[in-house]
């Protein structure tokens, strides 16, 4: 011990480091990975809250990597996909939710112009997967079988790849070159597409070309049809075929007054469609209320705003000369619509029947454990069918029938074809713990500027026009990705760094976040409280 | 926030970091490399406010400063959670002599300071509201009087928090203390008595005075780099949750001292040489039950019976300070 000290002083001076308070702690701060709700939401099983976090940093060929993992087609996404992540979105609760699909369709464009490209890194697996159909969920499964290092080959009946997303939604919502662009990036990335070339039979297809698994994608072509009594002198026709026929050279002939039958979204496109033909009048007419109309709320909005007539609680009795004839319904008590006996004509040239698909089961007649039901192939949830190494997905099984869970399928159904491959059973991921509202601190959200403001209108209304939008505005695009509230992850905000009274958070810089530093944390639960996001959980001290 | 309405940088400067910011425009709390003047170890409460503003304001003075700086401290919770004998949590030249001298000694210092030319170390005195306002006030107010070159920061939990809770003069009315028991027909502390410090600094017409709180980092750490830009007598009054004290969640310091704020019930302003020169304005404007209702200190006003006609004269008073300071954008509230 040292004695030259100073007056009564006898002890060192010692640090408080010495002093071990992590001790006190009854409870510890765990940093967590909630499942943030847009996330949780999104078919296609994207991880949007990730790709935001790059986004808003401006860094947009990271932010696009982060969605092509699970999403092959961004692009077309963000110009057709009904985004139900945005009805779930959490900002949606503080002002307004966050305009995801309009930064992914920036993110997909901007890779489209600027050439980005996926690279393979998987070693080849030496396996060889027949995909059916070069729709979304085939386009899908192909990607992510590539990825996974196999070889995957499509085989498509039609004269191009996209399957509705071309031969069903409208140009006006989805530029074919758009389409063109991401299927080429596909191509170049391995995937083999072979038009014109219809499978008949799936096991001598796969026979003959020596396939080791497959991937059913054929989705919904089927129009349904209805028995309407005619006169010969009226065109009728179905959604389908005018759809498909808008992509051939000679388009389809519905005159100057176009009636469709129908209430979902295919009955506005093709209503729509005929408008932009030049029909003076498109009227869609619809058997039950227009709250009842399975068309996405904005399309509907569109057509009204386009022009397109709606005659709601009416249906079609009988095709005439050059007029149709019409009958009211009426709501029962119960809320369904009853035939009212009142009649009236409206004159047109054709009516165009929009009552759904059903799928082509023609190429599974052979197929031995195959089940239908409900016109509709079932899968399990690795979505494999009844027949071993055959799986299935998109329009084909029962689904949303939309590209999105097309595409979600497709991905899933990679990763099940690549597990059995291996003679694996896929194993689901854990889901973490949902990132709700009520978990986030919304103190810290600054508020949209207003200044701002009328801009992001703009971009809001335009987005869902898609043709007539030029590029998306890069500064808007990252503003929207600003907005994101990073719900249940961590966004390097150093808030808990900042407000703990024990300096026990220790930093550890850009990109790698932090670590506590149980020695010395009290457990007082300030950076659980103040964390934004709700990524800090508080968890017992088990003692 | 003027930059915010060029940009929107997705928390703004409300967090403590924001990676989106330019790194010159974090704050010192952000910084991998802060000083963290009160180290790890110290024996403060679970969530105590006073060690979390402590470090948030000498951080941000030693930054200022060049990590040139001597910080003088009253008796109190800060001195004796962070030294006892013969351990240290500072990290910088500290010193403690009495409760009710730390004005009077940071001046000593100052002038030692002076005496041996050394220009650049800066000075800073600390204490809690009862050595600041009642024991300590003589030595401050001279302090003021002949405008030393003292920043002087006091931590404010609203009574003498490390003898038990006892009653100050920064006491709100209404709320109970080891000292103010329930008591007949009212309860707690007296309405109409105590001492608004940061009005009698501004009173002496010195430099700077500022008030600020945990809950606003970067309001904090403005004000302390404002203060030390400035010779001469300054004093900074920041309001620091006590939740040993209020009877709070340890987990609800921030979220206290916040609620504080944007009832109305502390403001929180800058002057200079006597006149008001800024005030933060509320954001999103509370009723002050919300304030009252977590903390065990007020218990008695919503419980057995609400005692409506005692809330009602403390929202009174917060409402006054929303009129005299011009807290709500735009003027009346
Ligand atoms: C008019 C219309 C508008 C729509 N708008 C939207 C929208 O805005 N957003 C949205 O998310 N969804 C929309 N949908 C739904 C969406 O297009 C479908 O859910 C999606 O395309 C289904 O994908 P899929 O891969 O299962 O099938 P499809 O896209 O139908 O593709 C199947 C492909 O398989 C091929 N094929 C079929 N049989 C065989 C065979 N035997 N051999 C080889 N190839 C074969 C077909 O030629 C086709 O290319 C719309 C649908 C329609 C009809
Ligand atoms: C002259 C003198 N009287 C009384 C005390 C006992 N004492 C030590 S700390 C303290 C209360 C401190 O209250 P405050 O200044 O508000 O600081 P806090 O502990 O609340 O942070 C008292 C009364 C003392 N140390 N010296
Ligand atoms: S009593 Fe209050 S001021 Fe003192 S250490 Fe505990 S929480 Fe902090
Ligand atoms: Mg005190």
Request: glycine share 10%; proline share 5%; net charge negative.
């Amino acid at each position: 011990m040292n004695i030259n000290k100073p007056f009564a002083i006898t002890l060192d001076v010692g640090s408080s480091l010495a002093n071990r308070t992590g001790s006190w702690r009854t409870a510890r701060p765990v940093y967590v990975d909630r499942l943030p709700p847009c996330n949780h939401t999104c078919p296609a099983g994207e991880n949007i809250q990730g790709w935001l976090f790059h986004a808003e940093a401006g860094d947009y060929e990271s932010a696009w990597r982060e969605l092509m993992k699970d999403n092959p087609l961004p692009a077309v996404m963000g110009r057709v996909c009904y985004h139900s992540c945005e009805s779930a979105c959490n900002r949606g609760q503080l002002d307004e939710a966050v305009n995801i699909h309009a930064v992914e369709r920036f993110l997909g464009d901007e890779a489209i112009r600027r050439g980005w490209k996926i690279e393979v890194a998987a070693p080849l697996s030496g396996k060889h997967v027949l995909v059916v159909g070069a729709g979304p969920a085939g386009l899908a499964a192909a990607y992510h079988l590539t990825l996974l290092g196999h070889r995957a080959t499509i085989f498509e009946a039609g004269p191009f790849a996209g399957g509705m997303m071309r031969f069903g939604i409208p140009k006006y919502r989805l530029p074919r070159s758009v389409l063109d662009a991401e299927v080429e990036r596909l191509e170049t990335m391995g995937v083999t597409i072979r038009l014109n070339t219809r499978v008949d039979d799936m096991l001598s297809t796969m026979r003959e070309g020596g396939f080791d698994a497959a991937f059913l994608g054929v989705g919904a072509h089927l129009a349904k049809r209805a028995y309407i009594p005619a006169g010969d002198a009226n065109r009728i026709l179905d959604a389908v075929s005018v759809l498909r026929g808008m992509e051939s050279e000679e388009k389809p002939l519905l005159g100057r007054r176009v009636v469709v039958v129908g209430g979902g979204n295919t009955a506005i496109d093709v209503a729509r469609s005929a408008k932009r033909m030049g029909a003076e009048e498109a009227i869609v007419v619809y058997r039950r209320t227009r709250e009842k109309m399975p068309a996405h709320e904005s399309e509907v909005e569109e057509a009204l705003a386009e022009g397109v007539m709606m005659k709601w609680l009416t249906t079609i009795k009988e095709a005439g000369e050059a007029s149709f004839t019409v009958e009211k319904m009426a709501l029962d008590e119960n809320g369904f619509p009853q035939p009212t006996g009142e009649y009236e004509k409206i004159a047109a040239d054709s009516l165009v029947l929009a009552l759904g698909q059903d799928v082509d089961l023609a190429l599974l007649d052979k197929l031995p454990g195959l089940t239908v039901d409900n016109g509709m192939v079932t899968v399990d949830c690795n979505m494999m069918t009844g027949h071993p190494g055959i799986f299935a997905g998109g329009d084909m099984v029962p689904s949303e029938r939309t590209v999105t869970d097309a595409v979600g399928h497709g991905k899933k159904s990679a990763k099940s074809i690549d597990a059995w491959l291996r003679g694996e059973v896929p194993v689901a991921r854990e889901k973490h713990e949902l990132a709700t509202f009520s978990r986030l601190n919304t103190w810290y959200y600054a508020d949209a500027p207003k200044t701002v403001q009328p801009v992001l209108d703009i971009i809001r209304r335009q987005s869902t026009f898609e043709e007539v939008l030029g590029d998306l505005d890069e500064g808007n695009a990252l503003f929207e990705a600003r907005r994101c509230l990073s719900c249940g992850n961590c966004f390097e905000c150093d808030n808990c760094y900042g407000v703990c009274p024990d300096n026990a958070v220790i930093k550890l810089g850009p990109g790698k976040r932090f670590l506590f530093n149980f020695d010395y944390c009290k457990g007082c639960g300030l950076c659980a409280t103040e964390c934004p996001c709700g990524a800090i959980r508080m968890e017992p001290e088990t003692v | 926030m003027a930059f915010q309405a060029i940009k929107f940088y997705q928390t703004g400067t409300f967090t403590v970091g924001n990676r989106l910011l330019d790194p010159e425009q974090r704050s010192v709390q952000a910084d991998m490399a802060r000083t963290n003047a009160l180290n790890s170890g110290h024996r403060a409460c679970q969530g105590c406010g006073e060690a979390l503003g402590a470090r948030y304001a000498i951080d941000a003075a030693m930054e200022a400063a060049d990590g040139q700086l001597i910080a003088v401290n009253a008796t109190g919770c800060l001195e004796v959670f962070s030294t006892p004998y013969p351990e240290t949590s500072w990290q910088i030249p500290w010193i403690h002599s009495l409760f009710g001298n730390a004005a009077a000694v940071a001046t000593g210092v100052a002038a030692a300071l002076k005496v041996k030319q050394q220009k650049k170390v800066r000075v800073v005195a600390q204490g809690g509201d009862g050595g600041t306002t009642d024991i300590g006030f003589g030595c401050l107010s001279g302090m003021f009087e002949r405008n030393d070159d003292v920043l002087y920061i006091c931590y404010d939990n609203e009574g003498y928090m490390n003898t038990g809770g006892q009653r100050s003069s920064a006491t709100p009315p209404a709320a109970r203390t080891a000292t103010t028991p329930v008591v007949g027909g009212s309860p707690g502390n007296v309405f109409g008595q105590g001492k608004n410090l940061p009005e009698i600094a501004m009173a002496h017409g010195i430099p700077y005075v500022a008030t600020a709180t945990v809950a606003d980092l970067r309001d904090l750490e403005a004000k302390v780099r404002r203060a030390m830009e400035i010779q001469g007598a300054r004093y900074i009054h920041i309001l620091v949750p006590c939740p040993l004290g209020w009877g709070t969640a340890s987990h609800d310091t921030i979220r206290m001292a916040r609620l504080a704020k944007e009832t109305g019930l502390f403001p929180v302003f800058e002057a200079e040489w006597g006149e008001l020169t800024s005030r933060l304005t509320i954001r999103r404007k509370t009723p002050v039950e919300e304030y009252l209702k977590p903390q065990k200190r007020f218990a008695h006003l919503f419980q057995p019976l609400p005692e409506l006609a005692i809330v009602a004269r403390l929202q009174a008073l917060a409402d006054r300070n929303i009129r005299k300071y011009g807290l709500v954008e735009g003027g009346a509230s």
